[in-house]
């Protein structure tokens, strides 16, 4: 049983960083992309960030490239999201997702999910 397990949101004010944390069970994820979405409230859930785990190729939304990195680490099955210069549009719960195979930024190709965690960044 696949299990995603989100840590690290909290309250922050602009322009300040977190390191969010996703620990990820059940299953080798050698063949497997790690995706980063996020949710503002009464908003759609969208794509943030996005990496391949064999090959380590990531890919960003244009919102955040430049402030957002996305890295995994093998040993610890754990894939990290560090967001810096946060912005109050950063705001919302973000959520870890997997999916057999390569990239992308479709909410509805990706099979598992984890509970997600709140980030808040306050002007």
């Known amino acids: 049983q696949v299990q995603l397990v989100e840590s690290g949101g909290g309250l922050v004010q602009t322009g300040d960083s977190l390191r969010l944390s996703c620990a990820a069970s059940?299953?080798?994820?050698?063949?497997?992309?790690m995706g980063w979405f996020r949710q503002a409230p009464g908003k759609e859930r969208e794509f943030v960030a996005a990496?391949?785990?064999?090959?380590?190729?990531?890919y960003y939304a244009s919102s955040v490239k430049g402030r957002f990195t996305i890295s995994r680490d093998n040993a610890k099955n754990t894939v990290y999201l560090q967001m810096n210069s946060l912005k109050p549009e950063d705001t919302g719960v973000y959520y870890c997702?997997?999916?057999?195979?390569?990239?992308?930024?479709?909410?509805?190709?990706?099979?598992?999910w984890g509970q997600g965690t709140q980030v808040t960044v306050s002007s």
């Open positions: 997702a997997a999916r057999s195979g390569g990239i992308s930024v479709a909410v509805r190709l990706y099979s598992y």
């Open positions: 059940g299953r080798t994820f050698s063949s497997y992309t």
């Open positions: 990496i391949n785990w064999s090959t380590g190729n990531a």
